[in-house]
T-cell receptor, first 116, second 110 residues
Framework: GAVVSQHPSWVICKSGTSVKIECRSLDFQATTMFWYRQFPKQSLMLMATSNEGSKATYEQGVEKDKFLINHASLTLSTLTVTSAHPEDSSFYIC????????????FGPGTRLTVT | AQRVTQPEKLLSVFKGAPVELKCNYSYSGSPELFWYVQYSRQRLQLLLRHISRESIKGFTADLNKGETSFHLKKPFAQEEDSAMYYCATPPKDYGQNFVFGPGTRLSVLP
C-alpha cells in the first residue's frame, strides 16, 4: 500500500526556536495533505489542509503565523512550528490524500515534539 | 455540514465477547464513511470503508441510513483489538477535509 513518511519522528527543542517537520508521500502523488495534532488519549484535531501550489487552509483557532505550512511539490509538505513554546508539545501527524484511490487517506507515523 | 459522533470514549469488553463501537453521522447527500484504527505506538490506518462492504480482522460495519449510523462490530473480541478507533467521513469536494469522530478507546480484557 501507499506509504507516507514523516521526519523527524521525535524532536526536542528549546522554547523560542523553530522546528520543521516534513511529510512525504513515497509512492504516490498527493495534491492534498492534512496536518493533525493529537494530544494524549484524545482524538485527532485537524490543524490545516495543504493543497499543492496554493496556500494552506487553517482550521479555526489555529494560528497560521505560528504553524507555517508549505506544500511545494506533489510529494512533500512541511509544517514549521515557529517560536515554539512548551504548550506546542504534542504529537503531529500528517496524512496524504490519494485521489486516485477513492479518497483513501494515508497517515504518516507522526512526529513527537517536545519543547523545553 | 458533515458531523460524526462516537458516544463512547472508552469501551471495555472481555476477550471473546462481542463488541460494537458506535458511530452516528450527519451528512448531506449520499454518505461515505470510514473506520480508522490506531494501535498503541503505531500510525493511524484505514480499517474499513462502507463502500467496499468488506470485513477486516473480523470487523464489519453496516451503514444504516434510517438511524444514520455506521457501527463497527466484531462477534468475538481479541486482546490485539485493543486500540483507538475513529469513525470518519471523507471530503465531499476538492479542498475540503476529513471529519473525524472523537474516537473510542477499545480495551479487550483477558
Amino acid at each position: 500500500g501507499a506509504v507516507v513518511s514523516q521526519h523527524p519522528s521525535w524532536v526536542i527543542c528549546k522554547s523560542g526556536t523553530s522546528v520543521k517537520i516534513e511529510c512525504r508521500s513515497l509512492d504516490f502523488q498527493a495534491t492534498t495533505m492534512f496536518w493533525y495534532r493529537q494530544f494524549p488519549k484524545q482524538s485527532l484535531m485537524l490543524m490545516a489542509t495543504s493543497n499543492e501550489g496554493s496556500k494552506a487552509t487553517y482550521e479555526q483557532g489555529v494560528e497560521k503565523d505560528k504553524f507555517l505550512i508549505n506544500h511545494a511539490s506533489l510529494t512533500l509538505s512541511t509544517l514549521t512550528v515557529t517560536s515554539a513554546h512548551p504548550e506546542d508539545s504534542s504529537f503531529y501527524i500528517c496524512s496524504a490524500l490519494d485521489r486516485g484511490s477513492s479518497y483513501e487517506q494515508y497517515f504518516g507515523p507522526g512526529t513527537r515534539l517536545t519543547v523545553t | 455540514a458533515q458531523r460524526v459522533t462516537q458516544p463512547e470514549k472508552l469501551l471495555s469488553v472481555f476477550k471473546g465477547a462481542p463488541v460494537e463501537l458506535k458511530c452516528n453521522y450527519s451528512y448531506s447527500g449520499s454518505p461515505e464513511l470510514f473506520w480508522y484504527v490506531q494501535y498503541s505506538r503505531q500510525r493511524l490506518q484505514l480499517l474499513l470503508r462502507h463502500i467496499s462492504r468488506e470485513s477486516i480482522k473480523g470487523f464489519t460495519a453496516d451503514l444504516n441510513k434510517g438511524e444514520t449510523s455506521f457501527h463497527l462490530k466484531k462477534p468475538f473480541a481479541q486482546e490485539e483489538d485493543s486500540a483507538m478507533y475513529y469513525c470518519a467521513t471523507p471530503p465531499k469536494d476538492y479542498g475540503q477535509n476529513f471529519v473525524f469522530g472523537p474516537g473510542t478507546r477499545l480495551s479487550v480484557l483477558p
